[in-house]
């Protein structure tokens, strides 16, 4: 089925009449200003999420409106294929697409929603879980890392993500304006997140390491580094903290995307002998997580310095890390 435009409305493809609005929009007889903060409401990400599934939708032959049984029979038909959750933020995706419409959410129905149960009880829930950058894996990493610009950016990103546990979003939207270094170490401040979308922002601190290991002097150094290379064009001000390097050693303008954070960590996982199937961008973030639980810090200040919204998000990382502490089994044998 052809769309003109994903952000068309979809409905006059269909016999409906009514303006061409984009998924997620306010009523245009809404005044200006309320159809940008409602637009607002809404992050960038999640809005691009909606259209790609919606895309999808289309593509195998779906329609909106749609009725609940052509819903739980596209749901079924990627079964097999896809997560359970994956399936579920479809679902939520396409009953979006329905209600910004005006039209009832078929996928709040009694069949989509069984066939939804049906998915997770035969399929099973448990998440897709990455390998956590702990400490020895993190030192092998770094280990191989030179004096060239790629190893010394590199080597910012890799300390700067674990010791912040920070996510990939917010390791790329960092600026030269959110880092501040002073005499105990050096302050970042994370302005958006996944947690927090009205940017109500945290402030963490990293103090300096007395090893030869420090994600302190690791980023001055790579800023250091930056201001010699040259750009590729002059970027936005304040500049983003990582950017790609092109072939010709050039800056470009623009921040890393966080995709190239997690091809990064493979890549560097690959160089240091380790398996880099299981390591991926978020390596860094539960990295610290589970060191920090195994090395006693108390819940309250990992999340304090993570930024999970719930002790709930954080207790894997916690239980991982004190998997061996207090063990029944320690001295029966």
């Known amino acids: 089925m052809e769309t003109k435009n994903l952000d068309d409305d979809i409905n006059d493809r269909d016999g409906l009449s009514g303006p061409a609005r984009p998924i997620d929009a306010p009523p245009t007889a809404l005044p200006a200003a309320v ?78 929603r069984a066939t ?19 400490r020895e894996a993190l030192l092998a990493l770094l280990a191989p890392l030179g004096a060239s610009p790629r190893d010394m950016r590199d080597r910012a990103l890799l300390l700067l993500g674990f010791s912040a546990a920070l996510r990939r979003s917010e390791l790329v939207a960092l600026t030269m304006a959110d880092v501040a270094f002073g005499t105990q170490g050096l302050t970042v401040t994370i ?14 601190g990293i103090p300096r390491a007395r090893g030869p290991v420090c994600p302190v002097r690791a980023l ?18 304040p500049a983003p903290l990582f950017r790609p390097l092109d072939r010709h050693g050039r800056l470009a303008p623009q921040a890393l995307s966080g995709h190239a954070v997690a091809v990064i960590v493979k890549q560097r996982a690959a160089a240091a002998g380790l398996d880099p199937a299981v390591y991926s961008g ?4 539960a990295g610290f997580c589970t060191a920090a639980a195994r090395h006693g810090a108390p819940t309250w200040r990992i999340q304090q310095i993570s930024g999970h919204r719930t002790h709930a998000s954080l207790e894997r990382y916690i239980r991982a890390g004190q998997l061996f502490d207090d063990h029944p089994l320690e001295g029966l044998f």
Not at 226 to 237: K, N, Q, V
């Open 191 to 204: 302005r958006q997140s996944k947690t927090d979308q009205e940017g109500v922002g945290r402030t963490i």
């Open 220 to 237: 001055r150094a790579w800023l250091a580094m930056a201001a010699e290379l040259r750009w590729a064009e002059e970027p936005a001000s």
């Open 282 to 285: 978020h390596s860094l973030r």
């Open 116 to 134: 939804l149960r049906g998915i997770r009880r035969q399929r099973g829930t448990a998440p897709r879980q990455v390998a956590p950058l702990e």
């Open 35 to 112: 159809r940008h903060y409602v637009h607002a409401a809404t992050a960038p990400r999640t809005r691009q999420a909606y259209r790609e599934d919606l895309a999808r939708f289309l593509a195998w032959g779906g329609q909106v409106p749609s009725s609940p049984a052509m819903i739980a029979t596209y749901l079924a038909a990627h079964g097999e294929s896809h997560a359970p959750a994956t399936l579920g933020r479809w679902a939520v995706s396409l009953g979006r697409a329905h209600t910004s419409q005006g039209l009832a959410d078929p996928c709040r129905e009694a069949l989509v």
